[in-house]
């Protein structure tokens, strides 16, 4: 791993954060961070996520930013493990988020009009459905 590459802040911020965690897991990186699975993560996944919604509630926008860069990490962690399990990338799921929004909301990426926020939940749970089903 190009350890250069996890100092330079000039590098994309997502991009650097893989850098790091690839670091952590690598040969020469931290034992815990080495050891950690899927399932011993969802832990601090969990941990993470009510540490962000207590600072969401407090308004604290700096204690909102930093609780999500923790989870961001907890994320980062998780999918370098499917990654190195070629199970899938992040890159696998950042397109499938931003491809799920797209169809999603049709009213803004694909000029179907809605009279009311009820349309709109109803398309949204209509699409989902067809989501599942197709699974």
Known sequence: MNRHLCKESNVAPFQRL???V???????????????????????LLEEAAELAEAMESGDAGHVCEETGDLYFILALVTTIFEEQR?????????GICEKMIRRHPHVFAGKKFCSEDDLRIQWERIKAEEKGEK
């Open 87 to 95: 199970e899938f990338s992040a890159d696998d799921a950042l397109n």
């Open 18 to 20: 893989s850098f790091i």
């Open 22 to 44: 690839k670091t952590l897991r690598g040969s020469h990186g931290c034992p815990w961070d080495q050891k950690q699975t899927v399932k011993t993560l969802k832990k601090y």
